[in-house]
């Protein structure tokens, strides 16, 4: 009954349980659980645009198949002009920069030469004994007759011309096979008008050998005057290199016999402005202002009065007719730590003229490295210098010319200076030494010796471009008084007055210069810029959405990286996994297996079990809510009574 009842007070609110913290909030990385909720995420969140019409359109397959297609297209054109841009970092492209600077400049290296070697006296009764043999050779060959002094008797014209080694020969050239009938059928007519010898069907030439005589071969020339001047050259180095010291004496190096008259800024000069070397084939040379100069000649002012102004004697008295062809004087405008290469960069003279040349510099600057084939100072040129001056080219490709003359034939060309201890080249005491170096000359022109390859250009480099203009010198109206005073000065007589002499104007046409500078075309911030252009142009975002595709990447690496981990243990890993594994979990005791393996209380529709077992699996964990107030049994019974569904008895 109701009243019977007693109320019993209601037992208060329980005690909650902090919740047991899950994996995801103790994670310190959050992995996603597979790709498509990677994706998801990603498109969600994600500042690149186009990015989350793949999840808002989502049920419409047709919308989401094109936006997909779409970011996908557009990704590839924006990494397609990456790898163009990428292409064109790593060719390391450069930009010319032409500067106009205006300063006042340094005026260059003047080297000045005679155009003929000298007769030393040391080696003169060779150098007669040579020419004699020429004349002779000449009489032989041409009936040229230049002395009246030869011999008449065939044997000593023989003797006379075996005296030295390599005479000069002439040499038939046969006839090609088709031509040879053709020659035959007009040989009447070719007597009738030519009764001489038919001269261009022979040339001339001298015999070169090896050490052992096993291989010759004739060095020939089509022209007469060539095959002359390049025998006699030979016999020419031969000698000059037995004298010990290739520099005239002072007594030859005389300045007043070659040069009359030299001015710079309408000041004389002196000694000190020049210096004086010997060349095997121009004769005396003389630099001026150059790096042994006391002071180095400054330019402030330009045009013909304020340059280097020389008058100077071109007559040729007791030089070598048959080893130059050519009168007046060899030019050659450098800088100061340059030699003076008068082969390559020097131009003559006209006697009789007053040449004016005009300058204007120019500076280039290369960049080395990845940007450009150059050297800063030779260091790095596996050449060694054997000029001791500054890095150029030509330094470089007559040193290595040299380095294989010294190796391969064993002796030094005289042209180029030697290392120490190493002599020049003299059949007397190398009898084979031209057979090697007309051998080693054909490799050297078609860069068989690697010469050219080796030997890169410098990165800062000085030109001077010359430009020239000529005047007869001295009029015929002042030529008498001119002449007159020049003879007076000098003591010296001028045979040919206007063979005799020429004058040399030398002066900057503007002291402004032009300097070439090269710098790097695309540098790294113009990269960055570059890609930064192209990555807002295809997805309008900013450098956190580069990061953004980079988590995105790292995420996918992650979650690839993990299922193949757990693929791994599920197959090689886990003992316990196959049909013996659970055979052995079945078989073990409850009470021996660990807690983690304590199942929880069996379901009323398993099978029970024994009285053991079923009484240790099926143990309840401690009822930590009897530990407060107990309900009274008409109470629980009334809630064990409400908890039955409708309709039940």
């Known amino acids: 009954m109701k009243g019977d009842k007693r109320e019993e007070p209601e037992p208060g609110p329980e005690p909650a349980a902090p919740p047991p913290p899950t994996e995801e909030e103790e994670a310190l990385l959050e992995f996603h659980h597979s790709y498509r909720e990677l994706f998801q995420f990603f498109c ?22 094109f936006w997909a297609v779409l970011w996908l297209c557009t990704f590839g054109m924006m990494y397609w002009q990456f790898g163009l841009l990428f292409g064109e970092y790593f060719s390391y492209p450069v930009s010319l920069n032409i500067n106009l600077n205006s300063e006042k400049l340094v005026f260059p290296a003047v080297t ?14 060779e150098l007669e004994e040579l020419d004699r043999v020429t004349e002779q050779t000449l009489f032989d060959l041409y009936k040229y007759n230049s002395s009246n002094t030869l011999v008449a008797h065939a044997r000593g014209r023989r003797d006379l011309r075996e005296s030295l080694p390599h005479p000069l020969q002439r040499l038939p050239v046969p006839a090609p096979p088709h031509a040879a009938s053709r020659v035959r059928r007009s040989g009447s007519s070719l007597r009738d008008n030519n009764p001489q010898v038919n001269r261009k069907d022979w040339k001339i030439g001298f015999q070169l050998c090896n050490q052992n005589k096993s291989d010759c071969f004739y060095q020939t020339y089509s022209s007469g005057v060539d095959a002359v001047r390049e025998w006699y050259r030979f016999h020419y180095i031969n000698i000059l290199s037995r004298r010990q010291d290739t520099s005239p004496s002072l007594e030859e190096d005389a300045l007043g016999k070659f ?9 004389s000069c002196n000694e000190a402005n020049y210096s004086h070397f010997h060349h095997p084939m121009y004769g005396n040379c003389y630099t001026f202002n150059d790096k042994n100069s006391s002071n180095l000649w400054m330019s402030s002012i330009s045009g013909v009065n304020n340059g280097l102004s020389l008058t100077l004697r071109t007559e040729q008295n007791d030089f070598i007719p048959l080893l130059s062809t050519v009168t007046g004087a060899r030019v050659m405008v450098h800088g100061q730590d340059e030699p003076a290469f008068m082969d390559d960069g020097g131009f003559n003279l006209r006697p009789g003229m007053e040449t004016s040349i005009s300058m204007s510099k120019e500076a280039v600057a290369r960049l080395g490295g990845d940007y450009g084939d150059c050297t800063k100072n030779g260091s790095d040129v596996p050449v060694e210098n054997l000029y001791g001056t500054k890095y150029t080219q030509q330094v470089c490709i007559h040193s290595c010319f040299q380095v294989n003359m010294i190796r391969e034939c064993g002796c030094a060309y005289i042209f180029y200076p030697p290392p120490r201890g190493v002599e020049f080249c003299d059949y007397r005491k190398h009898n084979s030494w031209g057979y090697c170096y007309y051998k080693l000359q054909d490799a ?3 860069d068989r ?29 002042s030529q008498d008084w001119v002449f ?5 000065q000098n003591n010296y007589t001028i045979k040919n007055k ?16 032009k300097t070439n500078s090269e710098s790097p075309s695309v540098t790294t911030v113009t990269l960055l810029s570059n890609l930064g252009s192209q990555w807002s142009l295809w997805f309008g975002s900013s450098v956190l959405s580069v990061v953004e595709v980079a988590e995105l990447i790292f995420d996918l690496l992650a979650i690839t990286f993990l299922m193949l981990l757990r693929r791994f243990q599920s197959q090689y890993w886990s003992p316990g996994r196959g049909r013996r594994g659970a055979q052995e979990v079945a078989s073990t005791p409850a009470s021996s297996l660990p807690s983690p393996f304590c199942p929880h209380p069996a379901s009323p529709s398993s099978s029970p079990p024994g009285p053991a077992t079923s009484l240790a699996l099926s143990a309840p964990p401690p009822a930590y809510a009897t530990l407060g107030p107990h309900l009274a049994p008409s109470a629980s019974t009334e809630a064990s009574s409400s908890a039955h569904t409708p309709g039940e008895p």
């Open 484 to 488: 007159k005073m020049l003879s007076r």
């Open 444 to 446: 050297f022109s078609s």
């Open 44 to 65: 969600n969140n994600t500042t690149i645009h186009g990015a989350i019409r793949l999840v808002c359109s989502q049920h419409n397959r047709m919308k989401t198949a």
């Open 259 to 267: 040069i009359f008259a030299c001015r710079f800024n309408q000041a």
């Open 498 to 513: 206007r063979d005799g002499v020429a004058k040399l104007n030398i002066f900057f046409k503007e002291l402004n210069y």
């Open 112 to 125: 000045v030469c005679t155009l003929n070697p000298y007769r030393y006296t040391e080696i003169k009764e």
């Open 449 to 477: 010796l690697g010469c050219f390859t080796k030997c890169r250009k410098p990165c800062s480099v000085t030109t001077y471009k010359l430009s020239a203009g000529y005047s007869r010198w001295p009029s015929v109206t």
